[in-house]
């Protein structure tokens, strides 16, 4: 059993910048994609960006890249999302999301093992 604990969320300004932690405790943490979705009220959770186990291949979806990086601290267990040029419409909460052993597109498009309990993010304009 993993868990997941997201931190970071808050509000900021349009163009401003965020950085969201998730640590993980309870596994072998190189053996997953680690993924951050978001959801907002009325609108499906979507996936944002994604990190395989050792770090060294990132996806990320089309309406974030150049703005969001994800990266990873397998030593510390914990998965950071950088967060800049925040736009209004990247308002949601923020769910980090983990998968043993599989490819970033296999989380991204079947959905984590285990989720975090997410943290707010608003982006004022």
């Known amino acids: 059993q993993v868990q997941l604990v997201e931190s970071g969320g808050g509000l900021v300004q349009a163009g401003g910048s965020l950085r969201l932690a998730c640590a993980a405790s309870?596994?072998?943490?190189?053996?997953?994609?680690i993924g951050w979705f978001r959801q907002s009220p009325g609108k499906k959770r979507e996936f944002v960006i994604g990190?395989?186990?050792?770090?060294?291949?990132?996806v990320s979806a089309d309406s974030v890249k150049g703005r969001f990086t994800i990266s990873r601290d397998n030593a510390k267990n914990t998965v950071y999302l950088q967060m800049d040029s925040l736009k209004p419409e990247d308002t949601a909460a923020y769910y980090c999301?983990?998968?043993?052993?599989?490819?970033?597109?296999?989380?991204?498009?079947?959905?984590?093992?285990?989720w975090g309990q997410g943290t707010q993010v608003t982006v004022s304009s």
């Open positions: 999301a983990a998968r043993k052993a599989v490819p970033i597109s296999t989380l991204r498009n079947n959905g984590p093992d285990y």
């Open positions: 309870g596994g072998t943490f190189s053996d997953y994609a």
């Open positions: 990190i395989s186990g050792s770090g060294g291949s990132t």
